[in-house]
Nanobody, 124 residues
Framework: QVHLVESGGGLVQAGGSLRLSCTAS?????????MGWFRQAPGKEREFVAVTSWNGRDTDYADFVQGRFTISKDTVNTVDLQMNSLKPEDTAVYYC?????????????????WGQGTQVTVSS
C-alpha cells in the first residue's frame, strides 16, 4: 500500500499564492510512474490539475492553469504544487494521486492511490 499525505492548503486572497506538498510513504516503489494533483469543487466532478513523471522530467497541466501553477518533485517521494495568481474559481479540495502504471495521465481513473485532500479557499 501507498499512503499519500497533502499539506499546505488554506485561505488566500485572489492574486495570492499557496504551495501544496504531498509526501508518499509505504510501498512507493509500486508507484514509480506518475504523480499528479486533482481538485474537486463543491457540486463538481474531480478534475485534473497537473501531473509529473516519477523522475520529474515530464509535466503536464490542465488548460485552466495557464502558467499559474508549477508541479515539481523535490525528492523521490514528494510532489509539490506551487500555485500563483490564484482566483476564486480555484477554490476546491486538492488531492494528490499516484499511479502504478501511467506516467503523465490526466485521467483520474489511471491513479491507484489518493491522499485525503487539502482545502484551498481563494477569497475575492
Amino acid at each position: 500500500q501507498v499512503h499519500l499525505v497533502e499539506s499546505g492548503g488554506g485561505l488566500v486572497q485572489a492574486g495570492g499564492s499557496l504551495r501544496l506538498s504531498c509526501t508518499a510513504s509505504g510501498r512507493t516503489s509500486s508507484t514509480r510512474s506518475g504523480m499528479g494533483w486533482f481538485r474537486q469543487a463543491p457540486g463538481k466532478e474531480r478534475e485534473f490539475v497537473a501531473v509529473t513523471s516519477w523522475n520529474g522530467r515530464d509535466t503536464d497541466y490542465a488548460d485552466f492553469v495557464q502558467g499559474r501553477f508549477t508541479i515539481s518533485k523535490d525528492t523521490v517521494n514528494t510532489v509539490d504544487l506551487q500555485m500563483n495568481s490564484l482566483k476564486p474559481e480555484d477554490t476546491a479540495v486538492y488531492y494528490c494521486a499516484a499511479s502504478t502504471y501511467y506516467s503523465g495521465s490526466s485521467n483520474r481513473n489511471h491513479y491507484d492511490y489518493w491522499g485525503q485532500g487539502t482545502q484551498v479557499t481563494v477569497s475575492s
